[in-house]
C-alpha cells in the first residue's frame, strides 16, 4: 500500500479555505469528519471526503487542516493503516493513548490567536459541534459553518450520490407493519410530550417504513429523511424508485387512508427548508425530538428552546430489540453463512498447501460460497481475509498492493458478513492450515477464554454491556496481554452489521442496558504487530437466564451464539481451558454439528459436512 | 427504630418558603442536600440539616420539600434505614431502580407551572447547580439561590460549628513537606495555564498543609478553605488554633519566608469576598481553577470566562497516590488494626455464646481494642456492628432500639475502621459463631469469589477501576445474586475513608485510571432482607504485576491487601472455591500469621495469638 500523495490537493484545499467565494472569512482549520449527512458510518463513494483529501480509507477519522498541519485522528483499530496511507503532510494522532490530545485541545494549541475553524453544517453532529465550539470559544477562536463543503469545491470528479431501487420487507421479515411502528413511535413521543420526531440515521428510516435500499455498499439503507408528526408523516426521498407500484403499494401511498398514516412524499433536499417551516410554526411546548448525533445544519433549524434532544432515539431503542421474526429471521441467516463457512474452510483446507490461494482470493470464494445461499444479498462489510502480519492490521482489507499468499506457516484471519433478506451476520474465525507454534496456540486460548467468559456470562436484568467488556480481557490480563479495540457491537436484522444502542465496550459510557432481542458481538482478539492477528467472533442473541436464586426478583440474562461456526481446535491449547470452558467448546461444537450439519445435508453439500463432522470432535482435557 | 414525626417541621419550612424576609419570592420548593459548604460526605452536627428535617441520617441523600410534597433520594445501602427513620410525610425515592425520577424530573412533574426551586447556593454543587438549573428552566420554572439557609431558620437549638484545635504531621507521616506540596501545586496550574487554585474540600486543604483536625468526627479535618496563587497563599481558617505555637512553626508563620510560601492568615467568613476581590482583578487567560463540585455560591464569584472547573483536582489526584512514607504508614495502621481485630473477635468467641454481647457492646469493645494500639486517634466511620436481619442494612449503625444480641445462631457483619496518625483502615468481617447453613455459606463463598477476583486481578497500566467491578460480581451473577453497592472506594491517608478520584463500581464513570500506590477497598457483598447480609472488605494497595508478556510496553497492576485480618473459613464451602481461589486464601492466611502473629507476639496477645493461628490454619480442597 502506497500512501496517496496529497500535496497537491492540501495546496488546494488551503486556497479555498481563504476563498471568499465560499467563506465569508478565511478559516484558518478546516475540520472533515468521517460522516455523511445522515452521521453513517459506511459511506456512499461522493461522501468519502475524508479519504478522498488524506488517502486514509478506514471506516473512523477525521481530518483536520491548518494552514500549517494536516493531522488525521483514528482509533487502535486503523493506526497501522492510516500510516501507511497518509503521506508526510499528515501527522497521525492516535485516539485512546494518553498523550494524543483532543481535536480541539490540538486546534488551541496550534492555531493563532482568534482563528476561525470551519466546518460543514450538515457533516458535524450536533452533540460534538458543541463540544467543540465551546472549548475553541473559550480559547478566543471560533467554529464557523461552511455551507459550501470545502472537499467537494476541489473534488473534481467526485461521484454522483446513489439513488438506488428500494426492497419492500413483508411482514414475515420484520414481524411489525410500519403502521404499527408509527403507532408505537407516537406514543414514545406522547411520553416525553414532543410533537415531532426527525429520523435523520438512515437505518432507523429503513427500519420505520420496513424498505432497503443498496444506496450505501453493505448497509441495505438508502438516503431519505423522515419527519412523523402525531398526525402527519413526511418522508424525504429523491428519485424515481417511489414510483414503484410495490413501493407505492407497500406504502399504500394510492390507497385512501387515515390522514395520520397518510404519507408525504417530498424531495430529500428540501428536509432544511421544511424542517425550517416546522420550527416556525411551533407554539410554546410543542418540542421537536432529534438525535443528539443528528446534523448541526439540521438541529439548529429547530429553535433552541423547542428541540428536545438524546443520545438514542426512540427507534434506535425499540430497532435495537428483535421481535420473534426477526430473530428467526436472523437464526436461519446464521445457518446459511454458517453452510457457506464450512464450504470456504473445507476448500482453503485443500488449496492452501498448493500456495495458490490468496487473501483475496479467499475472500471471493468466500463471497461466492455465501452468495449461492437463499435471500443472499450482499456483503455485510469489507471482507477482512488478512494472513500472517496483516492480521495484525485490526480492519485490514486485501488490495493487490498487500495481497498475502495463504500458507500453511502463517494464521488466517478472516473476519466476514453478509446481507440476507432475513438478517445480517459477521463473524470472525482464526485459523492455522499447518501447525501452529505453542505460543500462537496459547494467544488463541487466552482470546478464546474471553469469548467464552463474554458468550457465558450470566448477568442481571438491566446490566449495560460496558460491564461485561473486562470479562473478554481477563485471561489475556494475566499474561500482559491486550487488544486495542472494543469486545461487541450491536447487530441489525437486514440492516447495518454497527448499530446502536448496545455494545461491549470499555469505550462506552452511554450504551442502553441489554435486553433480550437484543443482538451483539462478542470478539475478543489479539494482535502482535509485523507478526499475526487472532480473533474469535460470533453474534449472539440476549436471552433469559435460568438461575438457582433471583435476587429482589430481576431476572438474569445470557447470551445464545447465532453464529455456528466451528473454532478450530488445532489452534487451542486444552490444557490452558478449564473445565467449564471445555464443555462450552464442546457443546457450542455439538450445536454446529446438529444445526449446521442437518443444513450441509439438506443442500446435499456432503463434503463440507465431513469437514464439519471432524472439525467439530471433541475436546479432551488432560486431567 | 422510630420514625422522626415531621409534621410541625415541614410546616415551619414551608411557612419559611413563603417568608420575604428570606424568599425575595416564595420558593414552591426547596431542596436540602447532604453536604457541607466543602460538599463533604461526612458532616459537623451543625450542618445534618437534611436528617434534621426528616430523620434520615444515613451518609447520602437529598430531601426536596414542596407545599404538597416531601420527598427523599438515596441509594441502595439506604433503603431500609431510610424507610424505617421518616414518617409518612416522606417518600422515598430509591434512586438506581428503573422507575425512580431523578430530581430534576420529579420536580417537573409536581410544580406548578413557573414555580421556584430554593437552595442555599453554598451546599449545592455548581456541577449539580448546572445540571438542576437547566432541566428547570427548559421545563419553565427556575433554580433559585436562597441565601440564608431556611432550615437553620427553624432549626432553634443548632448546634456550634466545630474549632477543635489541629495536629501538625511531620515528614516522617507525610513524606513530603507543605512546601513542597505548594511547588508541586504550582507547576500543575502552571501546566494548565492557571493563575489561581481554590482548595474548597477539607481534606485537600488538610492534605496541603500537612495538618489534621477533629472537626468533623471521622475524618481528621478542619474547616477551611485556601486560595493558592503563583506568589501567593492564603488560608481561611477560624479560631484560636492558629495562635498554636506548634501549628505556627509548622506552617513557618513567624518566619522569614521566600514571599510565594509566606502563608496569610484569613477568616474562614471572609472567602467570599476575597474570591470575589481575586475574581475583580483578574484579567484575560488568569483563570481560576476549581473543582466542578465546589459550591455554586464560590463558583459563582468567579465569572464564567475566567473559571477553569474539573471534575477532579489536582490535589484529589496527588493525594491518591500514596508515596512510600505513606503507604509504610498505612502498612502499620493495618497491622495495629488487625491485632486489635484479632483481640474483639476471640473475645466474642468466647462470650457470644453466653448471650450478653449486644451489636453496641461488640462495638464498643472494638473501638477500645483499637484506643490500646499506638498512634490511635478516632474511628475512621460509624462502626457497623450489626447481627441476623440487621446485617441486610447495608450502612446500619446500632442504636438502643435497634441493638440486638450477637448469638451462636445468626451471622455477625462487622465493618469497622480507624484513624491512626499513620493510616486509616476499614476492614469487614462476617462471621459465624456456630453453625452456619449451607446457604449461608454458599453465599458467603461467592462473595469471598467475588473479593479474590478483584484484590487478585491482574490489569494493564491505565485501567480504570470501574471496569474491575463486575468481577466482583461474576460469582454471585451465575447463581442469580448480586449486591446494591460499589465494590470500592478510594482510602485517605490518615484522611477520608472515602476519598477519590479512584474506585471499583458500576455507577462511576468519572474515575481516574489506577495507578501504583492508590488505596481503595474491595468490598462485594450479599444481603438478603430480614434474614442477613455477608461482606468482605479488605483494604488494598496498588501495585505492580509481573506478567508472562508486556502487550505495549504498558505494564501490568495488581492489588497487595493492606488489610490482614484472617477470612473465617467456617463460613467457606471450599468446594465452590477452584484451586486457584483456595491457594489465595492459604497464601493470604499465611501473610496474617506471620505478620499479624509477629505484632501479637511483640505485644504479648498470647491468646489472640493462639485464635490467629487456629483462623489461619490451611483450607483443603476435596479434589
Not at 421479515?173 to 415531532?196: F, H, N, P
Request: negative net charge; glycine residues 6%.
Amino acid at each position: 500500500m502506497s500512501p496517496k500523495i496529497t500535496t497537491e490537493l492540501l495546496k488546494q484545499l488551503r486556497q479555498v479555505m481563504k476563498n471568499p467565494k465560499y467563506v465569508q472569512e478565511p478559516v484558518q482549520a478546516y475540520i472533515v469528519p468521517s460522516g455523511d449527512a445522515h452521521q453513517s458510518e459506511y459511506i456512499a463513494p461522493c461522501d468519502c471526503r475524508r479519504a478522498f483529501i488524506s488517502g486514509f480509507d478506514g471506516s473512523a477519522g477525521t481530518a483536520i487542516v491548518t494552514e500549517q498541519h494536516a493531522a488525521m485522528w483514528t482509533d487502535g483499530r486503523y493506526f497501522l493503516q492510516a500510516a501507511h496511507q497518509m503521506d508526510n503532510n499528515w501527522t497521525l494522532m492516535k485516539m485512546g493513548l494518553k498523550d494524543t490530545p483532543t481535536q480541539e485541545d490540538w486546534l488551541v494549541s496550534v492555531l493563532p490567536e482568534g482563528s476561525k475553524v470551519g466546518v460543514d453544517p450538515f457533516i458535524i453532529p450536533a452533540d460534538q459541534w458543541k463540544r467543540m465550539s465551546k472549548v475553541l470559544r473559550s480559547a478566543g477562536h471560533d467554529l464557523v459553518p461552511v455551507k459550501e463543503n470545502l472537499i467537494n469545491t476541489i473534488w473534481t470528479d467526485c461521484p454522483q450520490r446513489p439513488c438506488k431501487p428500494l426492497i419492500t420487507l413483508d411482514l414475515s421479515y420484520t414481524g411489525v407493519s410500519w403502521r404499527d411502528k408509527i403507532v408505537a413511535l407516537r406514543s414514545k413521543m406522547a411520553e416525553r410530550k414532543v410533537m415531532w420526531f426527525v429520523v435523520t440515521a438512515l437505518d432507523e428510516v429503513a427500519w420505520l417504513f420496513n424498505l432497503r435500499g443498496s444506496d450505501v455498499e453493505y448497509n441495505p439503507v438508502f438516503f431519505a429523511y423522515a419527519v412523523i408528526g402525531m398526525n402527519t408523516i413526511r418522508l424525504f426521498i429523491d428519485g424515481d424508485r417511489i414510483m414503484d407500484p410495490a413501493v407505492r403499494e407497500h406504502l399504500q401511498l394510492d390507497s385512501t387512508l387515515e390522514p395520520e398514516f397518510k404519507i408525504q412524499v417530498m424531495p430529500y433536499g428540501s428536509i432544511l427548508s421544511e424542517l425550517q417551516a416546522v420550527g416556525a410554526g411551533l407554539s410554546p411546548k410543542e418540542k421537536v425530538w432529534l438525535s443528539d448525533k443528528a446534523s448541526y445544519a439540521l438541529t439548529e433549524t429547530v429553535p433552541k428552546a423547542y428541540r428536545y434532544l438524546t443520545p438514542y432515539t426512540p427507534i434506535c431503542i425499540a430497532k435495537a430489540v428483535k421481535n420473534a421474526a426477526e430473530t428467526e429471521g436472523m437464526r436461519r441467516a446464521h445457518i446459511k453463512d454458517a453452510v457457506a463457512l464450512c464450504e470456504l474452510f473445507n476448500w482453503l483446507e485443500k488449496e492452501v498447501p498448493k500456495g495458490t490461494v490468496t487473501e483475496i482470493i479467499a475472500a471471493d470464494k468466500a463471497e461466492e460460497f455465501r452468495s449461492q445461499q437463499k435471500d443472499f444479498v450482499e456483503l455485510s462489510f469489507a471482507t477482512i481475509s488478512s494472513t500472517g502480519p496483516n492480521g495484525a492490521i485490526i480492519h485490514y482489507k486485501p488490495v493487490p498492493e498487500t495481497n498475502r499468499t495463504l500458507s500453511v506457516n502463517e494464521i488466517y484471519l478472516l473476519d466476514s458478513g453478509a446481507q440476507y433478506k432475513d438478517g445480517t451476520t459477521d463473524v470472525t474465525r482464526t485459523m492455522h492450515f499447518g501447525t501452529p507454534s505453542a505460543y500462537e496456540k496459547e494467544c488463541f486460548t487466552y482470546v478464546l477464554k474471553g469469548h467464552i467468559a463474554v458468550s457465558a456470562a450470566i448477568f442481571p436484568n438491566g446490566t449495560k454491556g460496558h460491564l461485561l467488556d473486562s470479562f473478554a480481557r481477563s485471561a489475556l490480563w494475566d499474561c500482559g496481554l491486550d487488544y486495542l479495540h472494543g469486545t461487541g457491537h450491536g447487530v441489525g436484522s437486514f440492516l447495518n452489521v454497527h448499530e446502536g444502542p448496545c455494545g461491549i465496550s470499555y469505550k462506552t459510557f452511554a450504551d442502553e442496558p441489554l435486553e433480550a432481542g437484543m443482538i451483539v458481538s462478542d470478539e475478543p482478539g489479539y494482535y502482535e504487530d509485523g507478526s499475526f492477528g487472532i480473533r474469535i467472533e460470533n453474534v449472539v442473541l440476549v436471552i433469559p437466564a435460568e438461575t438457582k436464586y433471583n435476587f429482589k426478583n430481576r431476572g438474569s440474562l445470557t447470551f445464545e451464539p447465532l453464529t455456528l461456526v466451528p473454532i478450530q481446535t488445532k489452534m487451542i491449547d486444552v490444557n490452558l481451558l478449564t473445565e467449564k470452558e471445555c464443555n462450552w467448546v464442546n457443546e457450542y461444537h455439538q450445536k454446529c454439528r446438529e444445526v449446521v450439519g442437518a443444513e450441509l445435508e439438506r443442500q446435499g453439500r456432503h463434503e463440507a459436512l465431513r469437514w464439519l463432522l471432524r472439525e467439530t470432535e471433541s475436546l479432551a482435557r488432560v486431567q
